[in-house]
């Protein structure tokens, strides 16, 4: 476990050793968990909110979709998108950052942000992994001048607002299998049916994380959400970056785009490809009253920070559907669970 010295925090740079150590350990472990990235007041703050939020989707009174998909008492719920809860420490980082461009390059981009709910009494999720290979194949590989097994091009950033520990849920992790390259080109990201490779890689290890640490996470190691034997809900938010590289909204590598496609997604680094293969607007929505967040620190490190902001009478509704093209829906009226 590393940690952020006073100097870094004021410099907004990790010293190269540290750094380095870092990515390394992604590289070939998967993750890297940080200490004292983000204030203690502002996890208890945005802790704060999230329960609230936790309680008034737990009294509209049904089970969510995510839970239907994965496992009872995991939720993957929106975090507030208007001030004060938006934080320059959690979308504008450049300690954060500073890892990111380390592992993914300049040019990476902000892809996700969100939060993962785990209430008492939940259950276990499947053994699972959340991103795909990129490539594919050694051949596939080599031609884009990369290694087997291939690099991750997305990095997901789990930001703990409280400790996190083995009584309240705390992930269960395979280190080192996102090295394991016989799932590359599987179509399911469930590794329930294989015990074989299971036991390959047992065994497993919890992600423990300290209030205001963040572990960096490769997110194609297998983990799974296990029971929260605690009697409050644990919650920890999610910010996922992607290569620069990757030209789909949902941060897939696309191989063999067309020349007038990359054209326009370079010139306009909002532009994403679509699941219908259409170009459209793929930046993540907040609220107008937060656009200074996303300038509050500089950037240091080439990070497109991918916000589009949603002006009055519109509203962001981070209740609902957290997993389409902006994280969130955009309303008209008022902000709340509702049927979506």
Request: one cysteine or more.
């Amino acid at each position: 476990m590393y940690e952020i010295s006073e100097q870094e925090r004021r410099s907004g740079r990790i010293s190269p050793d540290t750094l380095e150590s870092i990515i390394r350990d992604v590289q070939r472990e998967g993750y890297a968990v940080v200490k004292n990235v983000v204030p203690r007041e502002t996890c208890s703050f945005l802790n704060e909110s999230i329960l609230e939020d936790v309680a008034r989707v737990r009294a509209f009174g049904r089970v969510t979709q995510h839970e239907m998909n994965t496992a009872l008492g995991h939720l993957q719920l929106g975090i507030r998108r208007y001030a004060p809860y938006v934080k320059p420490e959690l979308v504008a980082n450049p300690l954060v950052e500073c890892v990111v461009a380390g592992v993914l390059g300049r040019g990476a981009w902000l892809g996700f942000y969100s939060g993962n709910i785990n209430c008492p009494g939940s259950a276990s999720q499947p053994l699972h992994f959340d991103r795909p290979f990129s490539w594919k194949t050694p051949a596939d590989a080599s031609r884009d001048g990369k290694s087997w097994p291939p690099p991750t091009t997305t990095l997901s950033c789990s930001v703990a607002l409280q400790d996190i520990t083995e009584a309240n849920g705390a992930t269960e992790i395979y280190p080192g299998t996102h090295r394991e390259t016989e799932v590359a080109q599987w179509s399911s990201n469930r590794i329930a049916d294989r015990p074989d490779l299971i036991r390959k890689w047992a065994p497993s290890l919890r992600m423990e994380i300290p209030a205001g640490g963040v572990c960096f996470r490769d997110p194609r190691m297998w983990h799974r959400g296990v029971p929260n034997q605690a009697t409050t809900a644990r919650a920890m938010i999610a910010v996922t970056y992607h290569s620069g590289r990757c030209k789909h909204w949902r941060g897939l590598y696309l191989r063999n785009l067309e020349p007038e496609i990359v054209k326009r997604c370079v010139e306009d680094p909002a532009v994403r490809v679509m699941d219908d293969g259409t170009l459209a607007d793929g930046r993540l929505f907040f609220q107008s009253d937060v656009r200074e967040v996303f300038d509050a620190s500089p950037n240091l490190y080439g990070i497109y920070r991918n916000a589009r902001f949603v002006e009055e009478p519109e509203r962001v509704n981070h209740f609902l559907d957290a997993h389409t093209v902006g994280g969130a829906r955009v309303v008209r009226g008022d902000v709340s669970p509702g049927e979506g």
